[in-house]
């Protein structure tokens, strides 16, 4: 059986090994690079996880220290991508899917412009639910100093810098930039920091505030956005501060409208797509949905460590499938 797989990330390479190791012939189009999404993660990231549980389908992440950083990881999956030999199209955008299970096409473009076709008898989706940043929807959030992605502390230095939001993401961009001479002023809608912030750093992050060190409102919102300044409802009452870049780190979904332009049913308040949760087929026969966006917005639901693991439900789903199909029928058996 011939696969196409939409999307480079781990969880699509994996489930490309898992496939292939079955039997199948297997192509991956990652509209990027390898592993695409996380060209936009932080350049200094280091992962929560252990090695140990970011490994893929056996082969080892070798690194001397427990934890990978994104340098790390992203060479990993060239290695994975050598080792297990998978034919990965990088710089193909996926325009579209026609035909119907056994009978797909899946429609591309190249980093040249060139319109390349490919014929499947299935389809996987593994896009990742990082591509589409959570819109404030504010006056002033396409401005060009406003970005929804952080990259590293050093394009700050001596500037004021506004950080939006109070997760993981928008904590850790606050200490480093704070640390690598930036004036941070930091903006989040509740009260206090969720527990899910790491550990290590929400006793840094309070006491930062506390010191005056890192300039804390919470409870806010931010109202607007202008070149030199934003504005804030803090308090009941609205207040503008001098600014120079704004990051607003609000979160990311899962990218709906592409997954509705293949025809994949999408609940409009979780984002999950809908699926066979024992197969993970969606509701177009024959596409299947893996990696983190199978849950939606519920983006601490699923992680690399567990969708890792989703090939091998294809895998048996698939078995099972042609199990079935070369069952004979129970009138056939009767008339024997």
């Known amino acids: ?25 297997v192509v991956v189009f990652e509209k990027g690079p390898i592993a695409g999404n996380m060209i936009d993660y932080p350049v200094y990231m280091t992962w929560f996880s252990t090695k140990e549980l970011l490994e893929l389908n056996g082969l080892p992440l070798t690194i001397p220290q427990d934890k990978p950083t994104r340098r790390d990881y992203l060479h990993y ?35 040249h412009g ?34 929804h992605y952080y ?46 912030v790491k550990y290590w750093m929400l006793p840094d992050i309070a006491n930062r505030i506390k010191n005056g060190e890192i300039t804390g409102y ?39 409208e592409f997954l509705n332009h293949l025809g994949i049913e999408i609940d409009p308040e979780s984002k999950r797509p809908n699926l066979n949760p024992d197969t993970y087929e969606s509701n177009v026969l024959g596409m299947y949905v893996v990696g983190v966006i199978q849950a939606g917005n519920i983006s601490s639901e699923i992680f690399i460590e567990n969708s890792r693991h989703h090939g091998e439900v294809i895998v048996r789903a698939l078995r099972d499938q042609s199990a079935n199909s070369m069952k004979p029928e129970l009138s056939e058996i009767s008339t024997r």
């Open 218 to 256: 919470l409870p806010s919102e931010v109202v607007s956005i202008q070149p030199d300044s934003v504005t804030l409802l803090y308090e009941g009452k609205e207040i503008t501060i001098e600014n120079d870049f704004v990051l607003a780190l609000t979160g990311y979904q899962p990218n709906t």
């Open 1 to 25: 059986m011939k696969i196409c797989i939409i999307g480079g990330g781990p969880a699509g390479l994996s489930t490309a090994d898992h496939l292939q190791s079955d039997g199948h012939e």
């Open 114 to 147: 060139a319109e390349v076709s490919e014929p499947c008898d299935i389809v996987i989706v593994a896009i990742g639910a990082f591509e589409c940043a959570n819109m404030m929807n504010i006056p002033g959030e396409d401005l060009p100093k406003v970005s």
């Open 151 to 196: 990259r590293e502390p050093h394009l700050y230095h001596g500037q004021k810098v506004l950080v939006i939001g109070g997760k993981n993401s928008a904590v850790e961009a606050a200490l480093e930039i704070w640390r690598n001479g930036g004036q941070v002023t930091l903006s989040y809608r509740r009260t206090d920091f969720p527990d899910s």
């Open 77 to 111: 999956l060239t290695r994975f991508v050598q080792a297990k030999e998978i034919d990965v199209r990088t710089y193909h955008t996926v325009t579209g899917v026609s035909g119907e299970k056994g009978d797909f096409e899946v429609h591309t473009v190249d980093n």
